[in-house]
C-alpha cells in the first residue's frame, strides 16, 4: 500500500484552510512543552516555513512526545485550525503521532541554536537539515530551472559535452588525469614512460576544464546550444571562491558577434536572478536578515551600501556598464587607490591582467553597477578569441559583479582558419590534437561567440554566502573529497 | 554593430507570410541550378526542415553561387514569397547572399548521400549536421528539459552530487581513477605503495558510478529531490548499449513505499515520452521513417509489429505491467523457449538473475508492454535495498523497455539500522567509510525510496537508435576520447 499520503507544508501553507484534514511528515526542528500541551515545528524540506503541530497529552502518548525530538521524523494525522498564537494562520491539531525515526539528543548534531558554518561544512550531510542550507539549496535549484527555462524558451538546445577528454580546453589551468592503469606498476614503453596505449582509453585522459570547443561544433550545427555540466580545476588553491569541482553554464552561438554576446549575457543574468526573486522570497527573505546579521559584525568601512535583496533588485534593474579594457585601464591607472599606491598591483604598463582588486574597485567604488569589460589585450586571453583589428586585442569579455568580481568570461571566438592557426602557432598548441575543432572553421565556419558562467558564483551572489563551498552541497577542495 | 538579426527557420516557418522581408542564416544542404535560377536548401539547425532559398543569377553573382555549396555557412536577405514547387509554402527570393565560410566539396565529408552511422561516428564534430543527428539532438535536448520540468511543477529540487567522490556507491562496477599524483613516479609508503595522502584530496578518490547515496542525504532534509549529471563505468564492455560515461537522473523520495517509487517512476516516464511527441513531431516523423526503412532490411522475424511513433503512443497510453521477479519467475520457467532449450541461460532455479533475454522475452514477447518486476531476491541486488518481510527478496524494482531492457533501476532503501549495518556487515561494506550514509538512519529515519533511469537508454527509446554511441554527442568507450 502506498505510504506517500500527505501534503507537503509549502502546498498546505498555498490551500488549506481550517476544518480539513490533513497528514504531514517531515522532522521535528523545536519542541515545547508544559502541561497542557506540546507544540512541535515541523520542516519537511518542502519550503523554509515550520508548521506547527498542536500535541495534546491527552490524545499523544507521552511516549511519542517524548521521542519527538529536534531532528526526529514524524507523522502526523490531525485536523488543520485557526492558530491562536503569533506566527502562522493554521496548525494542525494532532489526532495522531507516529514516531518514523527518532534523534538522540545527546547524539544529533544539528541542535536548535547557531552552528559555526565551518561546524556544518563538516556535517554536510545534515546541514540541509537547517534554515540556513535549506534554503540555499532550494535556490540553487531554482536557479538551476531557471537556466534551463530561459534557453529552452529561446531556441537553444542543452549539449552534454565530454566530462572525460584527451585535450585541454584552454591550456588553462592544471587537470586531473583520468586512468584505470594499475598505478602501482603501470606499463611502461622502452623509454620508461607510462604506456597509455594500455589505458581504458588507449591515450592518457584528464577530466574537462570547460566544454566550450564541443560546444562550439554543436553550435555550428544547431545555432544556439547551451551546456550546463561538472568541470574540473586541480589548483591547490584553498580560497573562498575556489572549488576543484564547479558546474559550469556555456552558452555558445553561431552567427552572434561580440555585441550580440554581451546583450545575451546580460539579459540572461538578469532574467535568472529575477527568477530566482519570484520564486524564492521566503528563502531570500531569510538570507537577507541572514547577511545583514554579517553585515553588522563587520567594521564600519567594510559594510555593503545594500542589502542581498537590494542587490538583486539593483542587477535586475539597471544595465551593465560596457568598457572596454582600456578604458577600463585609463580609469585604473588614474584612481586614487592607484596614486596612494593602494593596490598590491599597481597599475603601471597597459597589458597588465587585473587582478581582484581591480575589478572590485570598478565594480564597488567606481560604477557601482555590474561591468562588462570587453577587448582585452590578446597576450593575456585563450588562442580561440577572435583578434580584433588593432593587432593587439581580442573580442573577449568579463563580466564583473560586486562582491563576486568576475561571474561571467566569454568572447567571440576567431571563426578564421588562417588567424586561429597563426595564433595556435604562436602559442605553441597543437594542431593535430584540435584538427576536429579546426575542422570546423575549414567547413562552413561563420561568427559566433559564447561565455561560461560559473554557477557556484551565481549562487552565491544570490544566496550571499561569502564561502564557495556552502553553495554546493558536498564541495570537492585540496584534501577534501568527504560524502 | 550586432551582427545576429535574423530570424531562425522554425520561427520563419511559424511565423512569416508572404510579402515580408527576412535575413537567414544557416549552412547550405543541397544546391540545384538551371540556367534560370539555384535553388538552395538552407538548414540553420533550428529544425529539421530547409527553407528553399531561391536565387536569381541576374541578381546573385555567380562567383557566390558557385561556392555555396553543401556545408557552406550563408546569410541570405530577400522577400518571402509563396512557394511554385511542392514541398514547402513559401520560400525566400534571396536579394542578397553573403558567404560567411566555404566548403569545399572535394573535403566536406557530409555530402548530401547516404553516410554509414559508423562513418559519422567517426566524424562526430560534424554530423550534428545531418538530417538524423540534428533530430536525435533536439530530441535529447527536450526529453532533458521536460525531465527538469517534471520535477520542478511537483516541488522536486535538482541536487548537483559530487563527481569526484571517495567511495565507490554500490561497490557495483569498476570505476575510474581521478589522480594528479606523478604517474611515472608517485610517492610511495614504506610498504611500497602509493601514498594517497599527497593526492589531490590527500586519498585515493575515483570517477562517481551513482549519486544516489548523496541524493539520499538530500532528501532526507529536502523531502523530493532528483539529480542528473554524468555517472562512469570503466567496463571493458563495446556493446551498442554500454558507455564508459553517461548521464543519469536519481529521484530520491523521503516518505515514499515501493508503491509511491514504482508509480511515481510509471508517471514520469510517461510524461517525458508524452512532452517529445508534443513538442518533437517533425523530428520524430523523420525518424520514424528512418527506423521504417531500417526495419525492412531485417529478416521478418526480426521486425517490430510496431513502428517507432506507435510504440512510443503505446508506452504512454498504456499502464506498466507489474509482477513480482518471482511471478516472472514462474512465467519464464514454464515459457515455450525454456522448455525448447532456447534461451542460453536456462530458467531452473528461483534466485539467479535475469538475463537480456529474459526481459525481452516478457516485455516483447509475453507481456508485449513496459513492464515493472519489484521485490527481487536479496542475494543479486544491493545492500542499501529494503529487506522484505520473507527474508528472502529485497524491494527493488527494475523496469523494462521493448528493445532496450532495463531503463529503470530502483528501490525502496533500508531505513533500519540495524538491518542495514547487519547487510552491510555480511557483504563486507566498511561502516566507517560510510559513516555519514549510516548517520541519516541514526537521526530521523524514515521509509524513502528512488530509481536510476540511464538517460541515453531514454533517449534510444524515443529515437529508435539501436546504438548508443549515436544518441550522445562524444561517446566515451574503450579505446574512444576523441573530441
Request: net charge negative; with cysteine.
Amino acid at each position: 500500500m502506498a505510504f506517500n499520503k500527505r501534503i507537503k507544508i509549502k502546498s498546505l501553507l498555498e490551500n488549506a484552510s481550517a476544518g480539513e484534514k490533513a497528514t504531514l511528515m517531515g522532522w521535528v526542528r523545536t519542541k515545547r512543552s508544559n502541561k497542557h500541551v506540546t507544540f512541535i515545528a515541523l520542516n519537511d524540506g518542502s519550503c523554509i516555513q515550520n508548521y506547527q503541530v498542536v500535541a495534546d497529552p491527552a490524545r499523544i502518548s507521552e511516549e511519542i512526545l517524548k521521542k519527538a525530538n529536534t531532528g526526529a521524523s514524524i507523522k502526523v494525522h490531525g485536523s488543520i485550525v485557526d492558530s491562536q498564537g503569533a506566527g502562522q494562520q493554521t496548525e494542525i491539531l494532532a489526532e495522531k503521532i507516529t514516531l518514523l525515526g527518532e534523534a538522540d539528543p545527546e547524539k544529533f548534531p544539528i541542535q536548535p541554536k547557531k552552528h559555526s558554518l565551518e561546524f556544518l561544512r563538516e556535517n554536510a550531510h545534515l546541514r540541509v537539515r537547517t534554515n540556513t542550507f535549506g534554503a540555499i539549496f532550494r535556490i540553487r535549484h531554482h536557479l538551476a530551472f531557471a537556466v534551463h527555462q530561459y534557453f529552452h524558451d529561446r531556441g537553444f538546445f542543452y549539449v552534454h559535452t565530454p566530462i572525460i577528454t584527451a585535450s585541454d580546453a584552454e591550456g588553462a589551468g592544471e587537470t586531473f588525469q583520468v586512468t584505470t592503469l594499475d598505478l602501482k606498476n603501470p606499463p611502461r614503453d622502452e623509454h620508461n614512460n607510462i604506456n597509455f596505449g594500455e589505458d581504458f582509453f588507449e591515450r592518457a585522459t584528464n577530466l574537462t576544464v570547460s566544454g566550450q570547443l564541443e560546444g562550439e561544433l554543436a553550435a555550428l550545427a544547431l545555432s544556439e546550444i547551451y551546456t550546463f555540466g561538472p568541470t574540473f580545476r586541480a589548483e591547490n588553491s584553498n580560497t573562498t571562491r575556489h572549488l576543484a569541482e564547479f558546474w559550469m553554464i556555456e552558452p555558445e552561438m553561431a552567427f552572434y558577434d561580440a555585441e550580440d554576446n554581451q546583450d545575451l549575457a546580460e539579459d540572461f543574468l538578469q532574467y535568472i536572478i529575477r527568477f530566482a526573486l519570484e520564486h524564492c522570497k521566503e528563502d531570500l527573505a531569510f538570507l537577507d536578515k541572514r547577511a545583514a546579521e554579517e553585515e553588522k559584525e563587520k567594521k564600519a568601512e567594510l559594510r555593503s551600501d545594500m542589502g542581498l535583496l537590494d542587490r538583486l533588485e539593483f542587477v535586475t534593474q539597471n544595465e551593465f556598464v560596457r568598457i572596454s579594457y582600456t578604458e577600463a585601464f585609463e580609469i585604473l591607472k588614474d584612481s586614487k587607490p592607484n596614486k596612494k599606491k593602494k593596490f598590491t598591483f599597481p597599475i603601471v604598463d597597459w597589458g597588465t591582467d587585473l587582478q581582484s582588486e581591480h575589478e572590485r574597485f570598478l565594480v564597488e567604488k567606481h560604477f557601482k553597477k555590474p561591468v562588462i569589460i570587453s577587448d582585452y589585450p590578446k597576450a593575456i586571453k585563450s588562442f580561440y578569441m577572435k583578434q580584433n583589428e588593432d593587432g593587439k586585442t581580442v573580442a573577449a569579455m568579463d563580466i564583473l559583479f560586486p562582491g563576486i568580481g568576475e561571474i561571467v568570461g566569454g568572447s567571440q571566438r576567431e571563426e578564421r582558419l588562417d588567424k586561429l592557426t597563426e595564433r595556435m602557432e604562436e602559442l605553441g598548441i597543437s594542431q593535430e590534437e584540435l584538427w576536429w575543432y579546426l575542422d570546423t572553421r575549414r567547413f562552413g565556419t561563420t561568427p559566433h561567440a559564447g561565455f561560461g558562467l560559473g554557477f557556484e558564483r551565481l549562487v552565491q551572489f544570490v544566496t550571499g554566502m561569502g564561502n564557495i563551498r556552502d553553495v554546493i552541497p558536498f564541495p570537492r577542495t585540496p584534501g577534501n573529497a568527504e560524502f
